[in-house]
């Protein structure tokens, strides 16, 4: 028995997808930055750590990374130090590694991936 196939690839296509799993990739990161200010988890005084000073880059989304920058010299100290007594005035959820519940293991793991699933199926019109 003989069995012959061909292939034709419609590259604009995967070219298009390629750009929407860019796009996702950079909504996801806004919308986790969006998710943490809202959970109101990150120490906040005058609200510059917060909202001037916390960003999302996207210089390199097109080689798959994107960050979550924080530019005080002082958010490290801050991040690192759990045991510090923080303000909970303004944020009521106010603490030390603000994010802890968004990596592996934490109550919002699923978090990112939930959210570029929904982002790249309506950017890349799955």
Not at 5 to 11: E, F, H, K, P, R
Not at 82 to 91: C, D, L
Request: proline share 4%; charged share 20%.
């Amino acid at each position: 028995m003989r069995v012959k196939s061909t292939v034709n690839l419609n590259m604009a296509r995967i070219h298009e997808l390629t750009e929407a799993a860019v796009r996702a990739l950079e909504l996801t990161a806004e919308a986790l930055h969006t998710e943490v200010v809202q959970a109101q988890v990150m120490p906040f005084d005058t609200g510059n750590l917060q909202n001037e000073s916390t960003f999302v880059d996207c210089s390199q989304s097109a080689q798959g990374k994107v960050s979550l920058i924080t530019s005080t010299p002082y958010a490290r100290r801050l991040y690192y130090h759990p045991e510090y007594h923080f303000q909970t005035k303004a944020n009521p959820n106010a603490g030390g590694e603000w994010y802890e519940n968004w990596l592996p293991g934490g109550s919002q793991a699923d978090f990112a991936s939930k959210a570029f699933k929904q982002f790249y199926k309506r950017v890349g019109g799955v």
